[in-house]
């Protein structure tokens, strides 16, 4: 038997999070799509040129292991994939005192 996890517009623009930095890693290395998904595929990652646009321009989310491996072609550790962290204000909203 096989799940299917559906996921709405919306919400998988709020889930890939890496996308862009995953562009940028790309365009500094002088990588085509092509190239990366070649890298990738050779590391045991199942991904295609279209999965990888799609990741890139936000309307796929990337897996745990393809962001590993992203990480690991580009010399990265996984953490720069990510943005930086937004910094708080340390005020907690939407308690009643």
């Known amino acids: 038997m096989r799940l299917s996890l559906r996921i709405s517009p919306g919400m998988t623009q709020n889930a890939n999070v890496i996308g862009q930095n995953v ?4 365009y500094q290395k002088g990588w085509s ?22 990741i ?9 292991k393809q962001i590993v491996v ?5 010399g990265v550790p996984v953490g720069d994939l990510f943005p930086p962290k937004q910094q708080s204000s340390g005020r ?6």
């Open 70 to 74: 992203f990480a690991e072609v580009f």
């Open 33 to 54: 799509q092509d190239l990366l998904v070649t890298k990738m595929q050779l590391l045991g990652i199942y991904i295609t040129r279209d999965i990888l646009a799609n």
């Open 23 to 26: 562009a940028r890693f790309r």
């Open 92 to 97: 907690i909203v939407g308690l009643n005192r």
């Open 56 to 64: 890139e321009t936000l309307r796929s989310i990337a897996t745990d």
